[in-house]
């Protein structure tokens, strides 16, 4: 009985002693500019391959593909649930209409994007689920943009991709930061992902 529990206590000791890790250091390097996290409640990949090559611009875009990790589950995330840390400073997304009133490349950016390569997004844990449209944070102004939403869901083997634009904080190459995303309907589903500009 006695070396029982003194092998529980070296058990307890050794799972005490192990750090705990946050989300973002789970992170997985895709490459060409995408990263993948899967450690959290919100699966979360992000390509933020446009960013380097506009680091002077105001406006900084990322794409963000989100499915849940319990299928089971309906996660809600609002537009308001997304940051981006920099440098231990949070940064929410702007409105569309103050996006609209400062920003003029909105076009630009997706056009310059979808010449980028995908490879390293496609290879992460999305390939797994479906991403129909529910509309997006920021359509462009044109003829056949999408509705522009403040939220999307995801449940089951459906996800939710978002275009997302933050103010630039003064990005340069090499910088590392983090996007968190907060489900609207249950704030204690939280995940990160660490990025990484190259």
């Not at 206590?9 to 192990?18: C, E, K, N, P, Q």
């Not at 649930?81 to 997304?93: C, N, P, R, S």
Request: charged residues 20%; proline residues 6%.
């Amino acid at each position: 009985m006695k070396a029982l529990s003194t092998v529980l206590a070296i058990l307890m000791l050794a799972v005490v002693a192990v750090p705990q890790t946050k989300d973002a250091s789970q992170t997985k390097d895709l490459g060409l500019g995408a990263f993948s996290s899967e450690n959290g409640p919100i699966l979360l990949a992000v390509d933020s391959s446009l960013v380097p090559w506009r680091l002077k611009q105001p406006y900084a875009m990322f794409i963000l593909y989100m499915a849940a990790k319990d299928s089971g589950k309906n996660i809600v995330v609002a537009r308001d649930g997304i940051v981006l840390v920099y440098k231990g400073q949070e940064y929410k997304m702007p409105s569309l209409q103050d996006l609209r009133k400062n920003y003029s490349a909105e076009i630009h950016d997706l056009d310059f994007y979808h010449h980028l390569g995908k490879e390293g997004i496609i290879a992460s844990w999305m390939r797994l689920y479906k991403f129909p449209e529910q509309g997006d944070f920021f359509p462009p102004l044109s003829f056949n943009a999408s509705v522009p939403t403040n939220e999307g869901s995801m449940s089951g083997s459906l996800g939710f991709v978002a275009k997302c634009y933050f103010k630039n904080p003064g990005f340069e190459k090499g910088d590392t930061f983090v996007i968190r995303v907060t489900a609207k309907n249950d704030p204690s589903l939280v995940s990160e992902v660490e990025v990484t500009l190259k």
